[in-house]
């Protein structure tokens, strides 16, 4: 398993181009399911994820070519032959279960392995199965699989959703399209992946509105035609790297997504002392006067602070002046990174859902272990401005939701590198 050597105490300086969004990707995939005309992708990541989608669509009997380096993924499902979704490649990644709902609404059934539980939370799938049923179809759990019917089509409906899942919000306004009838989805997630999503199924032909707002209308057509679409930028990926010149020091450009994309976060970066600014290519950041300043934080659905940032940010905090209170409040296990962070000094208390930081000057370099994707990036973030040298392990994490990490920090002037495992 390969590993990241961080050399800590370089200011960074330049740009660093953003990548398309994994989590518009996932979802934008298989979109492709719903019609039997061909559907492009523009500005794809190239990432472990999008490989295992891929894997998965083929597994389908659809077809995916991957053109311009990855960069562009055309997709075609006319010969749709299996519609199950095999715990195999499921259990490798849960966004599997965003074939569901597509599948379902072109083909009437649909099984599709339970991801299980993950190092984050238990996440289940109880949102996405009562939305669906709430279209007309049945569904059923055997041996591990949900196994859904709908012989007849499917049916618009009214649904509110107890909780503004991004992932249910996704399946149902995807199952949604081809329904009979329109669908009023209340409380639906209001993420720019599903603003994404809904431009491509508009592209293809669906008819729906309210996107990026607690209520999305859905009125069913027939069928969908093939499409063309750019994929958004990767959020995540910018507020990752806004994060690193505010704990190294200097300046960096983010060259790719705005920040319209990130309100809560860029405010959060303000109130820490750091400095954002729009540019004409994206958004500069710069931290010049000393450490940052302390902040808390409480992770909500968009546009509130993303979860997918606040190990990040606590690798900020970690060294900022003061007692920063975070509370995560999408998954009842995410502070994983906070013990390999005491390894390098970092002063952290957790209970329950809050982490209480009280910053420290500076943190030192161990070797430390990632457990998910974010808290893997986290660790990296937090070598950069330590003193002497990270070794993060188990960076298959960090493969799966960032594009060559090391050669994007080390343009900026970041010591890094990556050791290859056996
Ligand atoms: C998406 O996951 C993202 N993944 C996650 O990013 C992100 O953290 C999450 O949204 C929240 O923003 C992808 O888009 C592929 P949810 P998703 O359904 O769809 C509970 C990353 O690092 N819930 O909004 O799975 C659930 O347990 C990943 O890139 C139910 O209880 O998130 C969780 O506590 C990690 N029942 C909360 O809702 C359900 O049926 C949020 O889940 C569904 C969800």
């Known amino acids: 398993m390969d590993s990241i050597i961080v050399t800590g105490g370089t200011e960074l300086k330049g ?21 039997d005309e061909p559907l492009t992708l523009t500005n794809a990541p190239r990432l472990s994820d999008i490989k295992t989608m891929t ?16 960069r562009v993924l055309a997709m075609s499902s006319h010969d749709l032959n299996n519609l199950t979704a095999d715990y195999d490649i499921v259990r490798k990644m849960r966004a599997s279960n965003l074939v569901l709902g597509p599948l379902l609404a ?19 799938m109880d949102l ?8 007309g179809a049945q569904i059923e759990l055997k041996d591990g699989y949900l196994h859904a019917d709908a012989p007849k089509g499917l049916k618009g409906a009214v649904i509110e959703q107890r909780f503004a899942s991004v992932g249910a919000t996704e399946n149902i306004v995807m199952a949604a399209t081809l329904a009979k009838g329109s669908t009023v989805l209340k409380n639906a997630a209001r993420e720019p992946e599903i603003v994404d999503l809904v431009k491509c199924l508009r592209a293809m032909g669906a008819q729906i509105a309210g996107e990026g707002t ?40 983010l060259v790719g997504g705005g920040m319209d994309l990130l309100p809560a976060f860029c405010e959060k970066l303000d109130a820490a002392g750091i400095v954002v600014t729009p540019t004409e290519k994206g958004i500069r950041v710069s931290r010049s006067n000393g450490r940052a300043k302390a902040v808390d934080v409480k992770t909500e659905v ?12 606590m690798a900020l905090l970690a060294t900022a002046k003061g007692t920063s209170v975070l509370e995560e409040t999408i998954f009842e296990n995410r502070f994983m990174h906070a013990p390999e962070l005491m390894r390098m000094g970092a002063d952290i208390e957790v209970h329950g859902g809050h982490a209480t930081v009280k910053g420290v000057e500076r943190l030192k370099g ?24 990270t070794m993060v ?30």
């Open 55 to 70: 894997l998965l669509l083929e597994s389908l009997g659809a077809e995916v070519r991957s053109m311009q380096e990855g």
């Open 393 to 422: 392990n188990r960076v298959y994490h960090l493969d799966r939701g960032y594009e060559r990490v090391e050669e994007k920090l080390s343009a900026v002037g970041a010591r890094i590198e990556r050791v290859k495992g056996e």
């Open 302 to 313: 968009f546009p509130g602070f993303p979860t997918d940032l606040q190990a990040q940010m």
């Open 15 to 35: 740009q660093i181009p953003i990548a398309g969004a994994k989590n518009a990707c996932l979802a934008l995939m298989p979109a492709t399911l719903l019609s």
């Open 366 to 389: 161990a070797p430390v272990m990632a457990t998910d994707l974010r808290a893997s990036v986290s660790l990296i973030l937090a070598g950069l401005g330590a003193e002497g040298e």
């Open 214 to 253: 607690a209520t999305i209308e859905i009125q069913g057509v027939d069928r969908l035609h093939g499409a063309t679409h750019p994929v958004v930028a990767d959020r995540i990926e910018l507020g990752t790297y806004m994060i690193a010149p505010a704990i190294a020091g200097g300046e960096v450009e």
């Open 128 to 135: 996405h199965i009562a939305g669906l049923e709430a279209l």
């Open 106 to 124: 072109r083909a009437g059934h649909a099984v599709v392995s339970l991801p299980g539980g993950c190092a984050i939370g238990a996440r289940p």
